[in-house]
C-alpha cells in the first residue's frame, strides 16, 4: 500500500517562526486532510522532523517548541518519526527501512518545497519508489541569488514542475484523494 511522507511540518516554518514559510498555514491544512485518510485506512504514514546540528543554525534547534511536528499533523502513537540533518530525508537515517514494507509509491507533501521537499523526491525516486508530490501540500519561500529575488510563488512551482514526470507526479490534495479512494 501507499506511504504517505510527511517532511518537515514545524513549528518554525510557521506565522511567528524564524523561518516563516508562505502559505504554510495552508499547506498543513491540505497534509492535514491527506493524513486522515491515511489513518482512516490504516495506510502507513512516516513524519520527518529536521533537527538542526550546525552551530549556527538559527531554526529547528533541538529540544525547542519550533523544533516540533505542527499540531495538526502531529505523530500520533506508533507513527514513527524519522530525525533527520541533511535535506535528503534518506541521509543517513532509517526512513527506506520504514517505507521498504509499502508497495513502493509515495505520497510526499512538507517544507521546503524548493530544498527538503525536493531532495527526499528525487532520492526516493533513485531509490526506486513510485513518488506523488501534493503540491498544494508543500510550501516555500522567496529564495534570492544575491542579485534578484525569486517569490515563494515562482520558486514553488519551478520546483514542482522540475520534479513532475521525471521523479514524481505532481498532484492536488483533491486529485490524490480521489485517486485514493
Known amino acids: 500500500m501507499t506511504a ?25 491544512g491540505h497534509a492535514a486532510n491527506l493524513l486522515t485518510h491515511f489513518r482512516r485506512h490504516d495506510w502507513p504514514v512516516v513524519h520527518v522532523q529536521h533537527v538542526a546540528t550546525e552551530p549556527d543554525a538559527t531554526f529547528f534547534l533541538p529540544a525547542t517548541p519550533g523544533a516540533e511536528i505542527h499540531r495538526l499533523v502531529a505523530p500520533a502513537t506508533g507513527e514513527p518519526v524519522v530525525v533527520k540533518h541533511h535535506p535528503n530525508a534518506f541521509l543517513d537515517t532509517d526512513l527506506y527501512d520504514h517505507l521498504a514494507v509499502g508497495d513502493g ?9 524548493h530544498m527538503c521537499v525536493d531532495s527526499t523526491t528525487r532520492a526516493a525516486s533513485d531509490l526506486g519508489f513510485a513518488c506523488a508530490v501534493v503540491g498544494d501540500a508543500c510550501a516555500t519561500r522567496d529564495l534570492s ?37
Open 4 to 28: 504517505l511522507v510527511l517532511v518537515d511540518m514545524q513549528n518554525d516554518y510557521f506565522p511567528g517562526g524564524p523561518m516563516e514559510l508562505h502559505e504554510a498555514d495552508l499547506a498543513v
Open 105 to 113: 509509491s509515495l505520497v510526499i507533501v512538507g517544507m521546503m518545497t
Open 145 to 181: 541569488d544575491g542579485v534578484q529575488t525569486v517569490g515563494a510563488r515562482q520558486v514553488h512551482a519551478a520546483f514542482l514542475a522540475a520534479l513532475h514526470g521525471t521523479f514524481a507526479q505532481v498532484e492536488s490534495t483533491a486529485a490524490v484523494l480521489g485517486r485514493l479512494a
